[in-house]
């Protein structure tokens, strides 16, 4: 199974801060990865595909790049709707895995 | 838009059975590939399993803790997915999520939750 590493597994940003979350894979995984906004007691929410491909409807202060196994996603100025756990996922080879989550909170 | 709506979950005892559904609309269910994945309590999301549309054969694909005592079924004609899950274990307490597969994820229905107890 490929395994997905997730940096930091917490962080603590203020309004208007940049944040970049890193997702790294243990083997090479093309372009396919996505990254999920999740909320307390809300199913978790695509935001990014296909590595940087956004979602219709997310906002573009959200950005996604990386290749091969490294791949970042970055909140340009975090806003206090985007309080939430980040995961990545792979989904180039069965079964299907995700990264363990970052906690983004407020500083 | 696509509404996905979960049903069927509850209170089940070790080694009991329970059938998950979802029901989709806003999209032609048919010729979507359809994707199961829970989430136990404060953990993160791990995927279940997938079936393909008709024209894939209705292809099916199951994580492996879940292979053999799971089965997602489909019903075009009534726009379910559904999941058979036997044998359960408690390790399998989680909420359940159908999710519209586009190879990514997207979107989610709101889940059910499964609770495997004695």
């Known amino acids: 199974d490929i395994q997905m590493t997730q940096s930091p597994s917490s962080l603590s940003a203020s309004v208007g801060d940049r944040v970049t979350i890193t997702c790294r894979a243990s083997?090479?995984?093309?372009?396919?990865l996505a990254w999920f906004q999740q909320k307390p007691g809300k199913a978790p929410k695509s935001l990014i595909y296909d590595v940087s491909s956004l979602q219709r409807g997310v906002p573009s202060k959200f950005s996604g790049s990386g290749s091969g196994t490294e791949f970042t996603l970055t909140i340009s100025s975090l806003q206090p709707e985007d309080f939430a756990t980040y995961y990545c996922?792979?989904?180039?080879?069965?079964?299907?895995?995700f990264g363990p989550g970052t906690k983004v909170d407020i500083k | 838009e696509v509404q996905l709506v979960e049903s069927g979950g509850g209170l089940v005892k070790p080694g009991g059975s329970l059938r998950l559904s979802c029901a989709a609309s806003g999209l032609t269910f048919s010729t979507a590939w359809m994707s199961w994945v829970r989430q136990a309590p404060g953990k993160g999301p791990e995927w279940v399993g997938r079936?393909?549309?008709?024209?894939?054969?209705?292809?099916?694909e199951y994580a492996a803790p879940v292979k053999d005592r799971f089965t997602i079924s489909r019903d075009d004609s009534r726009n379910t997915l559904y999941l058979q899950m036997n044998s359960l274990k408690t390790e399998d307490t989680a909420v359940y999520y159908c999710t519209t597969d586009r190879l990514w994820f997207d979107p989610w229905g709101q889940g059910t939750l499964v609770t495997v107890s004695s």
């Open positions: 079936i393909k549309d008709k024209n894939q054969g209705e292809t099916v």
């Open positions: 083997q090479g995984i093309s372009n396919h």
């Open positions: 996922q792979q989904y180039n080879n069965y079964p299907f895995t």
